[in-house]
T-cell receptor, first 114, second 117 residues
Framework: AQSVTQLGSHVSVSEGALVLLRCNYS??????LFWYVQYPNQGLQLLLK??????LVKGINGFEAEFKKSETSFHLTKPSAHMSDAAEYFC????????????FGGGTRVLVKP | NAGVTQTPKFRVLKTGQSMTLLCAQDMNHEYMYWYRQDPGMGLRLIHYSVGEGTTAKGEVPDGYNVSRLKKQNFLLGLESAAPSQTSVYFC????????????????FGEGSRLTVL
């Protein structure tokens, strides 16, 4: 069975500071990993994904994530936070290309202070 | 492009009432899903479908039924609503390639907020 743990349900950062959101996963097969973002009153949209190619994945809006198999982690970072980054972020895992179900973490809400 | 459309967007029910949420996608996706979102719990899978005429249970199926009579539509029903079903419901779909392999990238609707009093 696959599972996802996101450390910290809320993160507060200052505008211009580093954003770091932590995600650890468990999977019995090589995983596909995802970060989704949800802006207020909207559905989720894909930020970036890892599908067994490069371990450092670049996504939209300046975000990137690094897959570390030895640590079973897929942490999300952005060097400099912008006010528009205020949203909830979800990490998710799928059982590779044959998997047809995603399992989501509990989410991390990011607050950006001016 | 419409993508994934959910109706209704808001609904208030009394305990014991029934209702159906409709999800429609115009992307010819094979796989469709219903999730519920509750604070601090992320998204939990209720039911899903891997093709027209098929359905399967997810993580939290109790109290819900689904049907996929047409490829583009996936209906979620509550036969007797309970306050514990107060939530935001999201429908999603995934495209598939050869051999029904998928990249796992979900396309979401905007959500349906349900309150059960």
């Amino acid at each position: 069975a696959q599972s996802v743990t996101q450390l910290g349900s809320h993160v507060s950062v200052s505008e211009g500071a580093l954003v770091l959101l932590r995600c650890n996963y468990s999977s019995s097969v090589p995983p596909y990993l995802f970060w989704y973002v949800q802006y207020p009153n909207q559905g989720l949209q894909l930020l970036l994904k890892y599908t067994s190619a490069a371990t450092l994945v670049k996504g939209i809006n300046g975000f990137e994530a690094e897959f570390k198999k030895s640590e079973t982690s897929f942490h999300l970072t952005k060097p400099s936070a912008h006010m528009s980054d205020a949203a909830e972020y979800f990490c998710a895992v799928s059982e590779g290309a044959a998997g047809n179900k995603l399992t989501f973490g509990g989410g991390t809400r990011v607050l950006v202070k001016p | 492009n419409a993508g994934v459309t959910q109706t209704p967007k808001f609904r208030v029910l009394k305990t014991g009432q029934s209702m159906t949420l409709l999800c429609a996608q115009d992307m010819n996706h094979e796989y469709m899903y219903w999730y519920r979102q509750d604070p601090g719990m992320g998204l939990r899978l209720i039911h899903y479908s891997v093709g027209e005429g098929t359905t399967a249970k997810g993580e939290v199926p109790d109290g819900y039924n689904v049907s996929r009579l047409k490829k583009q539509n996936f209906l979620l029903g509550l036969e007797s609503a309970a306050p514990s079903q107060t939530s935001v419901y999201f429908c999603a779909s995934i495209p598939t390639g050869q051999g029904r392999l998928t990249t796992g990238e979900l396309f979401f609707g905007e959500g349906s907020r349900l309150t059960v009093l």
